[in-house]
């Protein structure tokens, strides 16, 4: 019962972190530097009679026409003091914010921003999110109350225990670990027997999180539910990420950040995670892990095997997980959508090709620039210049199934690297040699080889091989595609 009960209280906790997460995703972050144990927050619009909404953070617009019970996915930032206005959709910056808020984010930390209440008193909810693991065998379940005209409410296990008592509006309860199973859980009037919200069949697997929430008015109230993976290995936590296996051992491999493969992982004359929480698990194998002669910062998993000679461990150690994080299965398939979407964008940047090897790309919208570069053009390029707004994102659509970038220098002009992506949405091959490449590099099926350079930035690809190499950690801060 107490199951039950935790389950409905984490499904509503989500829906509310979801909507939070809907205003906060738009935001202008390029103010704050680059941080090893980002904060993570999402953004909901749970506010039952509001139009759709514009969200603006830090002074910039970074999302249009939200509507009602949108909730997006979590978005990696440097911790830091920021504001969130939200105004009716379309309505000029200069119009006064229906919602104001500031708020500090600390690192590693995860949030839910929401905006909730009916719109004559909408108001903006900031929750902290505890995404650590439950105990093997558990879920964790909080419950979010968002609907503005309901009493307040328990949570109870049908013909069962009451398991959150007397929940008042534009509250979450504390997260409840129950065993996983299938529960019938009931939302009440507090102290009544009258259900608001029936939730019959609700099932709860282990090692996830969930938020529920009471979304709506009394009338046509409703769940809004999320489900977390409990390990906070998401995308932008990494350095390097590649999806099946990774061999650098051709010469010396420096790598600031965390680095995982799905697959196996081979290393040689290493230091790795220099730059990464020494407490974290921030070196990853699903399958065996090789590490010859190197440092590793923090801790080492893997999923079958380890092999280890001349390593030693700052702060950490190596130990074997039955099931390693994250599902590489589930995150091939977001990397390749984020991939199409990006690449289905019109370009609103000037790609200029000239016959000397250079290529210019010149943008100046304040938001987002998008450049689409044959691969084969790519290839031959001596020097790539990139001029953009500091602020704005810069998106670079890569055609062909193959491609390389070599012996070639990238320079940057006005734009933070850490706003710029390198969109390989079609290579199933890349090469990199004896460059210094700025910006991420977003290649879900291609395999990479990468030697002689230096990557300042972070790298998601099919797999990566190569060696004497740096990958400086310098996440990608713009937010990703919901």
Same mark, same amino acid.
């Given at each position: 019962?107490?199951?039950?009960?935790?389950? /409905?209280?984490?499904?509503?906790?989500?829906?509310?972190?979801?909507?939070?997460?809907?205003?906060?995703?738009?935001?202008?972050?390029?103010?704050?530097?680059?941080?090893?144990?980002?904060?993570?927050?999402?953004?909901?619009?749970?506010?039952?009679?509001?139009?759709k909404?514009?969200?603006?953070?830090?002074?910039?617009?970074?999302?249009?026409?939200?509507?009602?019970?949108?909730?997006?996915?979590?978005?990696?930032?440097?911790?830091?003091?920021?504001?969130?206005?939200?105004?009716?959709?379309?309505?000029?910056?200069?119009?006064?914010? #229906?919602?104001?808020?500031?708020? +500090?984010?600390?690192?590693?930390t995860?949030?839910?921003?929401a905006?909730?209440?009916?719109?004559?008193?909408?108001?903006? /909810?900031?929750?902290?999110?505890?995404?650590?693991?439950?105990?093997?065998?558990?879920?964790?379940?909080?419950?979010?109350?968002?609907?503005?005209?309901?009493?307040?409410v328990?949570?109870?296990?049908?013909?069962?225990?009451?398991?959150?008592?007397?929940?008042?509006?534009?509250?979450?309860?504390?997260?409840?670990?129950?065993?996983?199973?299938t529960?019938?859980?009931?939302?009440?009037?507090?102290?009544?027997?009258?259900?608001?919200?029936p939730?019959?069949?609700?099932?709860?697997?282990?090692?996830?999180?969930y938020?529920?929430?009471?979304?709506?008015?009394?009338?046509?109230?409703?769940? =809004?539910?999320?489900?977390?993976?409990?390990?906070?290995?998401?995308?932008?936590?990494?350095?390097v !990420?590649?999806?099946?296996?990774?061999?650098? +051992?051709?010469?010396?491999?420096?790598?600031?950040?965390?680095?995982?493969?799905?697959?196996?992982?081979?290393?040689? @004359?290493?230091?790795?995670? @220099?730059?990464?929480?020494?407490?974290?698990?921030?070196?990853? *194998?699903?399958?065996? !892990?090789? /590490?010859?002669?190197? =440092?590793?910062?923090?801790?080492?998993?893997?999923?079958?095997?380890?092999?280890?000679?001349?390593?030693?461990?700052?702060?950490?150690?190596?130990?074997?997980?039955a099931?390693?994080?994250?599902?590489?299965?589930?995150?091939?398939?977001?990397l390749?959508?984020?991939?199409?979407?990006? *690449?289905?964008?019109?370009?609103n940047?000037?790609?200029?090709v000239? @016959?000397?090897?250079?290529?210019?790309?010149?943008?100046?919208?304040?938001?987002?620039?998008?450049?689409? #570069?044959?691969?084969?053009?790519?290839?031959?390029?001596?020097?790539?210049?990139?001029?953009?707004?500091?602020?704005?994102?810069?998106?670079?659509?890569?055609?062909?199934?193959?491609?390389?970038?070599?012996?070639?220098?990238?320079?940057l002009?006005?734009?933070?690297?850490?706003?710029?992506?390198?969109?390989?949405?079609?290579?199933?091959?890349?090469?990199?040699?004896?460059?210094?490449?700025?910006? +991420?590099?977003?290649?879900?099926?291609?395999?990479?080889?990468?030697?002689?350079?230096?990557?300042?930035?972070?790298?998601?690809?099919?797999?990566?091989?190569?060696?004497?190499?740096?990958?400086?950690?310098?996440?990608?801060?713009?937010?990703?595609?919901?």
């Open positions: 019962m107490k199951r039950t009960a935790r389950m /409905l209280g984490l499904a509503l906790a989500v829906g509310l972190l979801l909507n939070l997460l809907s205003v906060l995703v738009g935001t202008g972050l390029s103010s704050v530097q680059a941080q090893a144990n980002p904060s993570r927050v999402r953004v909901a619009h749970l506010s039952p009679d509001a139009p909404v514009d969200v603006y953070v830090n002074g910039a617009k970074t999302l249009s026409n939200v509507p009602f019970k949108t909730v997006s996915d979590y978005l990696s930032v440097p911790a830091g003091q920021y504001r969130f206005e939200v105004r009716v959709a379309g309505t000029p910056a200069n119009t006064p914010a #229906v919602i104001d808020a500031t708020a +500090t984010l600390v690192a590693g995860d949030y839910t921003v905006a909730i209440n009916f719109v004559a008193n909408i108001s903006g /909810l900031i929750l902290t999110d505890d995404n650590s693991a439950p105990a093997a065998g558990q879920a964790k379940v909080r419950v979010l109350h968002a609907s503005p005209d309901a009493p307040n328990d949570v109870a296990v049908k013909n069962g225990p009451v398991l959150v008592a007397n929940l008042p509006f534009g509250n979450a309860s504390g997260y409840l670990s129950v065993p996983a199973g529960y019938d859980l009931e939302v009440r009037a507090a102290g009544t027997t009258f259900v608001a919200l939730l019959p069949g609700t099932k709860l697997e282990a090692g996830k999180i938020t529920v929430i009471a979304a709506d008015r009394l009338a046509k109230i409703t769940p =809004v539910v999320t489900v977390l993976t409990a390990v906070k290995l998401v995308p932008t936590d990494f350095n !990420l590649v999806l099946d296996n990774l061999n650098l +051992t051709q010469g010396g491999t420096n790598i600031k950040g965390r680095v995982g493969a799905g697959g196996n992982a081979s290393f040689a @004359s290493f230091n790795l995670a @220099s730059g990464a929480s020494a407490s974290g698990d921030n070196v990853i *194998a699903g399958g065996k !892990l090789t /590490l010859t002669g190197g =440092v590793v910062n923090g801790n080492a998993v893997y999923g079958t095997s380890l092999s280890r000679s001349g390593t030693a461990f700052k702060s950490g150690s190596a130990s074997q997980l099931a390693v994080s994250p599902d590489l299965a589930a995150l091939a398939n977001r390749e959508g984020i991939a199409n979407f990006w *690449a289905g964008l019109t370009p940047g000037t790609t200029t000239l @016959s000397y090897g250079s290529i210019k790309l010149n943008g100046d919208n304040a938001t987002r620039n998008v450049f689409n #570069v044959k691969g084969s053009d790519l290839a031959k390029a001596t020097i790539l210049r990139i001029t953009a707004p500091a602020d704005s994102t810069v998106i670079i659509n890569v055609s062909g199934t193959s491609t390389s970038l070599k012996n070639a220098g990238v320079v002009n006005g734009v933070n690297r850490q706003r710029v992506v390198f969109n390989f949405y079609e290579a199933t091959s890349l090469s990199f040699e004896g460059i210094a490449l700025q910006g +991420t590099v977003w290649a879900p099926k291609a395999s990479v080889m990468f030697s002689n350079g230096v990557l300042r930035g972070a790298l998601f690809s099919k797999s990566l091989q190569g060696g004497s190499v740096s990958f400086d950690y310098f996440p990608f801060l713009s937010p990703l595609p919901l």
